[in-house]
């Protein structure tokens, strides 16, 4: 008997961990690594501290592009502008990279290559919906901006009125390697089933859902900057 109702106490306690984990799983996050893309750049580089140590793999560059797209047109225009502004910081005070160009200091340097800037729009679209990054563009766009990186965010979704999903946004963050074209990461964030005081304040829901895929990227590239550090302080004291 005592048997039983232990039995029943735990299947109790486990159905109400799968309602809460449920009504917690509105949120969902994607990201992954391009083995072809690490591999490649690892043989190009020739890190010989990578065979002992593959955590420490150094797939960024020194400099990178932020670029930012928003490819669903009901975003509201303020929410665009800080949602970039916000990017562009985050990315900064990450300290990943020793050079970042953001929106407004590439659109000064495009703007004298008409060539090149249509060629950026390609790029960007075709990156943007069909995941194809293009070598024969990505090579000569670095090297006009002198940026080894792109890092790519993108707003796909927004919540609207008359959309087929009326309650659910998505975002995605790319890391670019300039000069071969391979895109190194993916990272994906969705929000679905948005509650009513999530759409109330859409802004902060955004934010954090930026915030959130931004700091997946920030914890997948960490260590390399830190070991970086730490061996530019070995140097230094000795």
């Not at 232990?6 to 083995?35: H, K, P, R, Y």
């Not at 669903?72 to 929410?79: A, D």
Request: aromatic content about 8%; some cysteine.
């Amino acid at each position: 008997m005592n048997v039983s109702k232990i039995f029943l106490f735990a299947c109790g306690i486990f159905l109400l961990l799968c309602i809460s984990s449920c009504e917690m799983s509105n949120t969902v996050f994607s990201e992954s690594i391009s083995i072809h893309s690490k591999e490649a750049l690892l043989e190009k580089r020739k890190i010989e501290d990578t065979k002992n140590d593959p955590e420490y793999a150094d797939l960024l560059g020194n400099s990178t592009a932020v670029f930012s797209m928003v490819l669903s047109p009901e975003v509201p225009v303020n929410i665009n502008n800080k949602l970039k502004n916000d990017v562009n910081q985050k990315i900064q005070e990450m300290q990943l990279f020793g050079s970042i160009l953001a929106q407004r200091e590439l659109n000064n340097l495009l703007q004298k290559n008409n060539r090149l800037n249509q060629a950026k729009e390609i790029y960007l679209d075709s990156l943007a919906t069909v995941s194809v990054s293009n070598k024969d563009i990505s090579n000569p766009l670095g090297k006009h901006l002198k940026t080894e990186n792109f890092l790519v965010f993108q707003l796909d979704q927004w919540p609207c009125a008359h959309c087929s999903r009326k309650q659910e946004m998505r975002m995605k963050l790319r890391l670019v390697d300039a000069e071969t074209g391979f895109i190194v990461w993916t990272g994906i964030g969705e929000a679905k089933n948005l509650t009513n005081q999530e759409l109330e304040d859409i802004e902060g829901t955004a934010g954090k859902l930026a915030d959130d895929l931004i700091g997946r990227f920030y914890n997948c590239f960490k260590k390399k900057w830190h070991k970086k550090r730490f061996s530019n302080l070995a140097k230094l004291s000795g």
